[in-house]
């Protein structure tokens, strides 16, 4: 069974850039959870999926992040117009509310650095 | 916010010791998850333990849970040098899906 997949696994920016992550969660996976986790941190979550239903996204910087799960399979998360701050790794990570839906399934993660 | 916290910050044991992490919480929760991350990795589930368990085994991993004292520990008994990697606690917060994970421990394991 393929794993969650991230792409791209690395990015680097300049400030005010703008910049995408791509995920594709295990097939069959209904819920989708975005994460950002700074150097030294635990993960913290971003927004969470259920099916193409994005039903947590508190945590989520509206004025400069957006997501989208089209179809409920793959997500993409942007930033418009990045900063400093930013500068973290972006986990992707999915789950199976019929299987097993306390267990979360991440991604390597995309390493995002901003200059 | 952060729901959970490892103790110790980092821990360096030599391979075939045991080594030994904790997490206090502090919201009543109906689970509590430990997570390992090896550098530049996703995170991998290892072991989720349910309010009404105790103790629980997988395979070199013994983890407790006390509800009481709102802590968990986290045992890996025989260390071998691919266990260094930053172990983190998770628990749902306000019953929901929402994971909330602690800042974790860096375990180092020399050869």
């Known amino acids: ?115 | 916010s952060q729901q959970g916290e490892e103790d110790p910050q980092a821990l360096s044991i030599q391979e075939g010791e045991n080594a030994t992490m904790n997490c206090s919480y502090k919201t009543s929760i109906n689970n509590l998850q430990w997570y390992r991350q090896n550098s530049g990795r996703g995170l991998v589930h290892l072991i989720l333990i349910r309010s009404n368990e105790r103790e629980k085994h997988s395979g070199r991993l013994r983890v407790t849970l006390d509800t009481s004292k709102k802590s968990s520990s986290l045992l890996i008994t025989a260390s071998r040098a691919a266990d260094t990697a930053s172990y983190f606690c998770a628990t749902p917060q306000g019953g929901s899906e929402k994971l909330v994970f602690g800042k974790g421990t860096k375990l180092t394991v020399n050869p």
Not at chain 1, 13 to 27: G, T
Not at chain 1, 75 to 102: H, N, R, W
């Open chain 1, 1 to 115: 069974e393929a794993g969650v997949v991230q792409s791209p696994r690395y990015k680097i920016i300049e400030k005010k850039q703008p910049v995408a992550f791509w995920c594709n969660p295990i097939s069959g996976h209904n819920t989708l959870y975005w994460y950002r986790q700074n150097l030294g941190q635990g993960p913290e979550l971003l927004i969470r999926y259920e099916n193409e239903e994005a039903v947590d996204d508190s945590q989520l910087p509206k004025d400069r992040f957006s997501a989208e799960r089209l179809k409920g399979v793959d997500s993409t998360l942007k930033i418009q117009p990045a900063e400093l701050g930013d500068s973290a790794v972006y986990l992707c990570a999915s789950s199976s509310y019929f299987v097993s839906p306390d267990t979360q399934y991440f991604g390597p993660g995309t390493r995002l650095t901003v200059l």
